[in-house]
């Protein structure tokens, strides 16, 4: 069935180029009007994921000052710590007695402890072994690099509790400079994860923070947090390398899910900040638009097609009239030509404007009005003043006639005749257009007809048992006015001499015939 349908349907493009033409164009506008429609979603999608971006922007910017704000106390905290330590000496500050004092306004401080030269636990403010840490990353940064700004090391997690810290590191001094160990201040991971709680983000949400050498300190999706992974081959750590702020769309490495990810490195610590949010959570506005769009495209496409569908069949309809019509005006131009020799149309002021592709001067009838030109026009033998104007009031009044006879000159062959009928025409809003009609040449029948009426008057002559002399005259006469000569001669022939000599003759009143004869 639908190869039927679409056989139909190519037969009828076929038959109605116009057709074809309206569906070809009502194609290009939809598909044109689709093309439109997904780059409206395009952009909305962009727009959307650009409000994500900026949104999580503003909550990265926030995020870095919540770390800023801790890392700032911290590190005025172990300057000073350290400060005392350098002076009093590692036992002559009490490290338990410190933590106490700050404890109420650094509760994210879960520790504080002093490492030696040799890397073993020296103090701390709560019990602790002498454990060996020299090979511990922060330990062999300060005994390598004599700088005294603080490091953040790598989180480790209490074997005890199970809970993470980062320790915050300083180094210390001995009084000629030299390395005297390492002030360690853990500050608890929870500090970061407390911000991802406040802002309430998604369960599909992620947040992250990593030190600018790719060490992932801290990073939370949903409910889950890991820490001491690696970040140097996600997508946006690698951009904040040659950019401080930024966004990109990149799939995550843990979950797979595709997020809208903001970095921002922070001026004055080494660290890199990031949230993502899911993409499909970016842009669900659009999508729940979605149905709406596609709804209503689609019925502007139907009602396109349906209305080219509805203009092709007008097309068609109207090609068959114009063939229809085509072949009716073929049937009567055949029609009038096995009737008559021509035909002819004028316009409202009956002039000429047509005349068939048959000659009427070949058929006998010259002396016809050019184009452009009346009837009235053009001198006729049989015809006087009076006879044109009853024709011209005939013609004003719209009247139709039928056998109008005219007789007009015919070069050497005489005069010849032709009979006229018309109809008038008129529009469409009853004006008045014209008139149309055929011709016939009827000069071999008027000549007949003449030929007859000499052949009577011959025979009348000769019944009548008049003298020679006036029926020869008469008969003269006779052929001249059925020929339309001006005047006639016989001649007989002289037995004796056997040459011709003038008889008799006749001729219209004119001197110059008069000499003739």
């Known amino acids: 069935p639908d190869g039927r349908v679409l056989k139909t349907y190519e037969v009828l493009v076929d038959r109605l180029p116009a057709g074809h033409?309206?569906?070809?164009g009502t194609i290009v506008l939809i598909v044109l009007g689709w093309a439109a429609l997904l780059l409206?979603?395009?952009r909305e999608k962009?727009?959307?994921?650009?409000?994500v971006a900026a949104t999580n922007a503003s909550l990265t910017h926030a995020f870095g000052e919540h770390v800023r704000a801790g890392l700032k106390v911290i590190e005025t905290f172990s300057w000073q710590l350290a400060t005392e330590i350098e002076r009093r000496g590692v036992h002559g500050v009490k490290l338990s007695a410190q933590w106490r004092q700050i404890d109420s306004t650094l509760p994210f401080i879960d520790q504080i402890s002093v490492i030696g030269a040799d890397g073993r636990i020296v103090a701390s403010a709560q019990a602790f072994l002498k454990l060996d840490l020299s090979d511990r990353e922060h330990f062999r940064h300060h005994r390598d690099d004599s700088s005294a700004r603080m490091f953040i090391a790598t989180p480790v997690?209490?074997?005890?509790?199970?809970?993470?810290t980062i320790p915050l590191t300083r180094r210390l001094y001995t009084r000629n400079g030299g390395f005297a160990g390492v002030l360690t201040i853990g500050l608890d991971a929870e500090y970061f994860s407390s911000y991802f709680s406040s802002i309430s983000l998604g369960e599909r949400d992620a947040m992250a923070i990593a030190r600018s050498d790719g060490l992932l300190l801290f990073r939370r999706v949903g409910a889950k947090t890991a820490y001491a992974e690696r970040a140097s081959e996600t997508p946006w750590f690698q951009l904040a390398q040659s950019a401080r702020v930024g966004w990109t769309v990149t799939r995550s490495q843990t979950d797979g899910l595709r997020r809208v990810a903001t970095y921002e490195s922070m001026p004055d610590y080494p660290l890199i900040l990031t949230l993502g949010t899911p993409l499909d959570k970016a842009l669900a506005p659009v999508l729940r638009r979605l149905p709406a769009y596609y709804t209503a495209a689609g019925a502007v496409t139907a009602a396109l097609l349906?209305?080219?569908?509805?203009?092709?069949?007008?097309?068609?309809?109207?090609?068959?009239?114009?063939?229809?019509?085509t072949e009716s005006e073929a049937r009567f131009r055949s029609l009038?030509?096995?009737s008559s020799d021509w035909y002819w149309e004028q316009d409202e002021r009956f002039r000429m404007t047509f005349r068939s592709d048959r000659n009427p001067e070949q058929a006998g009838a010259t002396q016809m009005p050019e184009m452009g030109t009346r009837r009235w026009d053009v001198p006729a033998f049989n015809l006087t003043e009076a006879d044109w104007a009853r024709h011209r009031a005939q013609v004003e009044r719209h009247e139709p006639f039928h056998e109008f006879e005219i007789e007009r000159p015919a070069g050497h062959k005489g005069t010849g005749w032709v009979s006229l009928s018309g109809e008038p025409v008129f529009g469409p809003d009853g004006q008045f257009r014209g008139y149309r009609g055929v011709g016939r040449n009827i000069t071999e029948r008027k000549r007949t007809e003449r030929?007859?009426?000499?052949?009577?008057t011959i025979a009348r002559c000769l019944a009548a048992n008049e003298p020679t002399e006036p029926i020869l005259r008469t008969i003269i006469r006779a052929t001249c006015e059925?020929?339309?000569?001006?005047?006639?001669r016989y001649f007989a022939g002289d037995e004796a001499t056997g040459v011709l000599r003038y008889a008799d003759g006749w001729g219209v009143p004119d001197p110059s015939v008069e000499g003739v004869l």
Do not use: P, S
């Open 21 to 24: 033409l309206v569906i070809a």
């Open 157 to 164: 997690r209490y074997r005890t509790t199970g809970k993470w």
């Open 40 to 42: 409206l979603i395009e």
């Open 306 to 325: 349906l209305a080219a569908f509805l203009i092709a069949l007008l097309f068609r309809r109207q090609a068959r009239a114009n063939r229809e019509l």
């Open 482 to 488: 059925t020929q339309g000569w001006q005047c006639g």
């Open 46 to 51: 962009t727009e959307a994921i650009a409000k």
């Open 451 to 456: 030929l007859l009426a000499l052949e009577h």
């Open 336 to 338: 009038t030509a096995l």
